[in-house]
């Protein structure tokens, strides 16, 4: 596997009434090709704006990026406009929340399909880039592509809109694609078959995926690493067995605690909540951004920064306890 994403301490500020707000704040983390890396967090955590931060699509006007989102070498955060324009589609697909919305309602599906094909020029007429969205349709399990090519969005069903959007986003063959809440606002039926469909194309295209989703069920069943996101910031990165098995940041171990598990017994089949809410942005908590949370607290969590270090091979923590929960965990298990 090839390097194709190397993000190094991207910082996004937006310019708000209360006054700049760093909205991303130090994201670092690595993505290979072929590999499916999550990107979770609980709603309003930084994970869109971080995948927005890294195409320069953040839709606040006078917004600044800093740091580095190194794309086969190319620093993202410094090209210009134009330049990103012929890596957004062609090389990065991205996948937008709830595709329904999404889509253009006055455009045929067979015209949202082609737009990117004919703008990068993946083909050279219009009737070759139709044949081909066809073939997009049908692998991804739309029927009767042939016919429901020049049919409205509105004509769909909400699964069937998400399988339009992710035959746009391998319409030019990219070697990444962010796929942003893919399953937002379907049913759970429908949201086994859109993940499994999308980590089938990404094994099988040998893709590079950045999974954006607030469920861990879906992080245990579609990804190899997970990168762990809290009031902006990174604040666990690990392989998702040693995740699951051992975190090492106590928000994680949060996230965890409130899925629900039928292997316990049943008077522990109580979930447990994370107590509180996210900090506002505007006023965050001295040190540790998730101290006022945290059941395992020290009064040196309260001074600050926090950094993000390697906590164990392949690992890295923003917790000063981090080593603290390992050993529990080791403790626990051989009990």
């Known amino acids: 596997m090839t390097l194709l994403l190397d993000i190094r301490g991207l910082t996004t500020v937006i310019p708000t009434r209360k006054g700049p707000l760093t909205v991303v704040d130090d994201l670092t983390f690595t993505l290979e090709s072929g590999q499916c890396l999550g990107l979770v967090g609980e709603s309003g955590s930084g994970k869109s704006m971080a995948c927005r931060s890294l195409l320069g ?18 620093d993202l955060a410094k090209l210009s406009e134009t330049a990103l324009t012929k890596i957004r589609g062609r090389e990065i697909a991205m996948m937008v929340q709830d595709a329904v919305s999404a889509l253009n309602p006055v455009w045929r599906i ?58 746009a986003a391998l319409a030019c063959n990219p070697q990444l694609i962010i796929a942003d809440e893919p399953t937002t ?23 590079g995926l950045l999974l954006v989703t607030h469920d861990m069920g879906v992080v245990a069943q579609s990804c190899q690493r997970v990168a762990v996101m809290y009031a902006g910031q990174i604040v666990e990165i690990a392989d998702t067995p040693d995740l699951f098995t051992a975190p090492h940041h106590p928000y994680t171990q949060g996230l965890l605690d409130c899925i629900p ?13 994370i107590n509180g809410m996210p900090p506002d942005l505007a006023d965050l908590p001295r040190g540790c951004r998730f101290h006022p949370r945290c059941p395992i607290a020290t009064e040196a969590c309260r001074e600050g920064p926090i950094p993000l270090r390697e906590t164990a091979p ?22």
């Open 110 to 167: 067979g015209d949202q399909i082609t737009e990117a094909m004919l703008a990068h020029g993946i083909t050279r007429t219009r009737g070759e880039a139709r044949s081909r969205a066809v073939a997009l349709m049908r692998q991804v399990g739309i029927p009767d592509p042939e016919n429901r090519l020049d049919d409205y969005p509105h004509q769909f069903s909400g699964g069937m809109c998400q399988r339009v959007v992710i035959a």
């Open 314 to 335: 392949g690992r890295l923590s923003r917790c000063l306890r981090a080593e603290d929960m390992a050993a529990r965990t080791l403790a626990r298990v051989s009990a």
């Open 185 to 207: 606002a379907l049913d759970v039926t429908v949201q086994d078959q859109i993940l499994k469909l999308l980590i089938a194309l990404q094994r099988d295209l040998g893709l």
């Open 57 to 74: 699509l953040v839709p606040v006007a006078d917004s600044t990026t800093s740091g580095q989102a190194l794309y086969k070498s190319n």
């Open 261 to 273: 598990r039928l292997d316990t017994a049943e008077d522990s089949l109580r979930l447990t909540p």
